[in-house]
């Protein structure tokens, strides 16, 4: 079992900054792969960005390249997304998910979930 937490969500404008933590709990192996995906008000779930706890080159949607950045701290078991630039249409619940061995798009292939952190772009 993997708990997930995120925390850091807020109301930001446009232009702004945030950064989003995913605090890890559990089997939380080299091999999990840990991911960002955001869901708007009437959209589906998309994903944003993943890296693996092992390091690998992180993947990011075309949407979010060159301005967001995901990262991880082992030893606090923490995954983060820094989010820079931020534009009205970034504005969505923001959920954490880590996949065994995986750390591409697929939602499906993510078994566990955090309970999800607002962010809000306003003009």
């Known amino acids: 079992q993997v708990q997930l937490v995120e925390s850091g969500g807020g109301l930001v404008q446009a232009g702004g900054s945030l950064r989003l933590s995913c605090a890890a709990s559990?089997?939380?192996?080299?091999?999990?792969?840990m991911g960002w995906f955001r869901q708007a008000p009437g959209k589906e779930r998309e994903f944003v960005a993943a890296i693996f706890w092992g390091g690998f080159s992180p993947r990011y949607a075309d949407s979010v390249k060159g301005r967001f950045t995901i990262s991880k701290d082992n030893a606090k078991n923490t995954v983060y997304l820094q989010m820079n630039s931020l534009k009205l249409e970034d504005t969505a619940i923001y959920y954490c998910?880590?996949?065994?061995?995986?750390?591409?798009?697929?939602?499906?292939?993510?078994?566990?979930w955090g309970q999800g952190t607002q962010v809000t772009v306003s003009s």
């Open positions: 998910a880590a996949a065994r061995d995986y750390i591409g798009k697929e939602l499906r292939r993510y078994d566990y």
């Open positions: 559990g089997r939380t192996a080299s091999s999990y792969g």
